[in-house]
């Protein structure tokens, strides 16, 4: 079983809907958390760390479930420009294990 | 800060050749790494370092070779190229291993 798990998508979405993405990771020691944005022939770039509390940072929500081992990030109000694969990726215990990154899903926002 | 640079941006090899990717950044990052991103297979650990003099193999080492000599530079060689290495090339660092990293442009890599 993979570490980190994403629906591949693609999620195709109009202008000013909410999505939200899920993924789930495998091991229950992970202390870290993060989605990743990655735009096309781009290297990814840091959307946001996941905290337990949940974090939103303007349009984007993110949160954690411990208990079931998986983190969400939400997007309200989609722009064109949201358009992109977004990377789910998880840390291991007291950052002595690289980051383990999900495949990603990708999201087309459409006009 | 320049943050992480990797050159060249692009490169084509024949299958045998060797070339010297290179990776620097200027965050004075203790950590580095290498991945390879590849069509539905998303990014794959090559190698990686937790500071100079120090390396360790990722989940797809093999035909990679890799050295620390600074804080600053963290070089990925390949050997003898093969068309199974067209790719492309992340490097990465951050502060220590396992918080947020960084990430260089990329270097797309095609071996005929």
């Known amino acids: 079983r993979k570490e980190v798990e994403q629906d591949p998508g693609p999620f195709n979405v109009p202008e000013g809907a909410t999505v939200a993405f899920n993924c789930t990771y495998s091991?229950?020691?992970?202390?870290?958390f993060f989605w990743y944005r990655q735009d096309c022939r781009k290297e990814p770039k840091l959307l946001m760390s996941?905290?337990?509390s949940g974090n939103e940072d303007g349009r984007f929500t993110a949160q954690l479930n411990r208990a079931s081992q998986y983190i969400s990030l939400l997007i309200r109000d989609s722009k064109l420009s949201d358009s992109a694969t977004y990377l789910c990726?998880?840390?291991?215990?007291?950052?002595?294990?690289?980051?383990?990154f999900g495949k990603g899903t990708r999201l087309s926002v459409i006009a | 800060n320049a943050g992480v640079t990797q050159t060249p941006k692009f490169q084509v090899l024949k299958t045998g050749q060797s070339m010297t990717l290179q990776c620097a950044q200027d965050?004075?990052?203790?950590?580095m790494s290498w991945y390879r991103q590849d069509p539905g297979m998303g990014l794959r650990l090559i190698h990686y370092?937790?500071?100079?003099?120090?390396?360790d193999q990722g989940e797809v080492p093999n035909g990679y070779n890799v050295s620390r000599s600074t804080t600053e530079d963290f070089p990925l060689r390949l050997l003898s190229a093969a068309p199974s290495q067209t790719s492309v090339y992340f490097c990465?660092?951050?502060?220590?291993?396992?918080?947020?990293?960084?990430f260089g442009p990329g270097t797309r890599l095609t071996v005929l």
């Open positions: 965050m004075n990052h203790e950590y």
């Open positions: 091991n229950s020691a992970s202390q870290s």
């Open positions: 996941v905290y337990s």
């Open positions: 990726v998880a840390a291991g215990i007291s950052g002595n294990t690289p980051l383990v």
């Open positions: 990465a660092s951050s502060l220590r291993q396992g918080v947020t990293q960084y």
């Open positions: 370092s937790v500071g100079a003099g120090i390396t």
